[in-house]
């Protein structure tokens, strides 16, 4: 009996130990499956994003192919940075390197330097890139991208002051996208009664520039001056330019972090019959992954969560860049379908503005595109090389045909070897060395000299009036040229004229544009 108990009690101790063995074993098993499951899980989520980076280097990569080929028929593929390039902005020759032109990425400016269209834009007659537009204005945007190379994101590069024409270059030269409005606002709200809740309007000095997209990585952007601007997590704060002060609390430059970011479309309520909305077009699909991963550890969240939000914002640049690329053609267009016999300098009492026979003809029935049509070209550039080119027997005919020169002067070039570019860089005291000595035959070849600086077939015209008030004429003009091409939207406003000059302003257009035409000047 003793040994039947004891065996009965070890048979109880196996069976229960093989029950706790077979716990054991099917938690080990769902722990197991629980672990290959969040690996799976893990797996997919990491594949989803490289899918997504791969799919996004493809494009950029797409990209970069579509634009060597555009260069390999329209530009140079062989272009560097450090190249200068040389631009005549409306008579202005402006020196800069590409790297600066090129520094906004996805920009009209951009587009025109990156040297895809090299072979096709417009030049004078020096081989320099011809520009139609105020030479005061580019100057200005060309000082704004120099600045921005040396500024600091704690201090930025103010952009340039919209200055005429100069509203239209910043605009589609240099931002991407903007949006003008006259009813735009911040707001401002405290949440621990750090100061009074506020709401700031524009101020009206820069409606156009009521929010754009930045450059170099920045996010949204509020007003001309930086007021309000987005970067990553970063807020940065620069108030009381485009939008009024707000509370004394918050004038100044500020950098805050931002916790969260809401970001709503305010749009019309729908009507008993309402339209289809267009669709923007582009190329981009946005399939980002706006609901956060929140079923791993912190750390593994946190670092999921962040290429996401890299490969969104990457996304958002892609497809920026695609339809930039895909208008840039068109908007190139405006400055290289000219041929260079249109290149037109007009001499306006002695200041000179180099413009184009399309745009000074804009309105074909005006006394102004008359008087272009009248006048003959002053030289021949299929038959004369530019004064640059002349050698020392060129130099020599061009004095024999000077009358009253005497001919000791023509011989005392020759023997210097004076070529083309030495004799327009002669003033009076080098006419002087050469033995000119009467005044007035030195003054007679100080003009002749000037002359021979017009660009071979660019016509010369005498313009008597006031530089101020033609340098307004012809940006008006350029101005209507750009929206009749599609390129502006709106159609331009009559020119800002300083009281002093308004009499005078309207007296030369009425002279030029009789009639229903000077209505868009006046």
Request: aromatic share 8%; glycine share 6%; hydrophobic share 35%.
């Amino acid at each position: 009996m003793k040994d039947d108990h004891h065996h009965t009690k070890n048979y109880t101790k196996a069976t229960t130990a093989t029950s706790e063995m077979e716990k054991l074993a099917a938690a080990n098993q769902n722990l197991t499956k629980a672990h290959e499951s969040r690996e799976n899980d893990y797996t997919t989520e990491i594949n989803k994003l490289e899918a997504k980076e791969k799919q996004l280097m493809d494009r950029l990569k797409l990209l970069d192919e579509k634009k060597f080929k555009v260069a390999l028929s329209n530009g140079d593929v062989d272009v560097a940075d450090e190249d200068l390039v040389e631009i005549n902005a409306g008579g202005k020759v402006i020196a800069v390197s590409r790297s600066t032109l090129t520094q906004f990425k996805g920009t009209k400016l951009e587009a025109l330097f990156s040297g895809r269209w090299d072979k096709i834009m417009v030049r004078d007659s020096s081989g320099r890139i011809f520009l139609d537009v105020n030479p005061v204005c580019f100057q200005a945007i060309v000082d704004y991208l120099n600045e921005v190379k040396i500024s600091t994101e704690e201090n930025p590069a103010a952009p340039p002051s919209a200055l005429s024409i100069s509203t239209f270059l910043c605009n589609s030269l240099i931002y991407s996208q903007h949006h003008q409005s006259n009813k735009a606002f911040l707001y401002a709200i405290s949440k621990n009664g750090e100061f009074t809740p506020s709401k700031m309007k524009l101020n009206g000095s820069s409606n156009e520039y009521a929010i754009y997209s930045g450059q170099n990585g920045y996010g949204p952007t509020f007003g001309v001056g930086y007021d309000f601007r987005v970067h990553g997590q970063t807020l940065y704060l620069k108030t009381g330019n485009t939008y009024q002060s707000p509370p004394s609390q918050l004038l100044g430059s500020r950098t805050l972090n931002i916790k969260e970011m809401e970001v709503f479309q305010v749009v019309p309520p729908l009507t008993s019959n309402p339209r289809p909305r267009q669709k923007a077009k582009t190329n981009n699909d946005l399939t980002l992954n706006t609901k956060k991963v929140e079923r791993f550890s912190s750390a593994v969240n946190s670092a999921i969560n962040e290429k996401w939000l890299a490969l969104a914002e990457l996304e958002s640049e892609v497809a920026s860049l695609e339809v930039s690329f895909e208008d840039e053609e068109k908007f190139v267009s405006f400055f290289s379908t000219q041929d260079d016999q249109d290149l037109i300098l007009l001499n306006v009492c002695g200041s000179h503005i180099a413009t184009t026979q399309q745009t000074l003809q804009v309105h074909q029935d005006s006394i102004l595109a008359s008087k272009i049509l009248d006048t003959k070209k002053t030289e021949s550039s299929s038959d004369q090389k530019s004064v640059e080119e002349w050698n020392t027997e060129d130099v020599a005919a061009w004095l024999n045909t000077k009358e009253g020169l005497d001919p000791s002067v023509v011989k005392n070039f020759e023997e210097d070897g004076v070529i083309g570019r030495e004799l327009i860089s002669l003033g009076k005291e080098g006419l002087k060395d050469f033995g000119v000595t009467r005044k007035g035959t030195i003054f007679y070849l100080l003009s002749e000299i000037e002359k021979l600086k017009v660009p071979p077939g660019t016509a010369s015209i005498l313009i008597e009036h006031s530089p101020y008030c033609f340098e307004k004429i012809i940006d008006h003009l350029r101005l209507e040229d750009l929206f009749i091409k599609g390129l502006i939207e709106n159609k331009p406003r009559s020119p800002v004229v300083r009281a002093s000059e308004k009499g005078r302003f309207e007296k030369v257009v009425k002279h030029y544009f009789p009639g229903d035409t000077s209505k868009s000047f006046l």
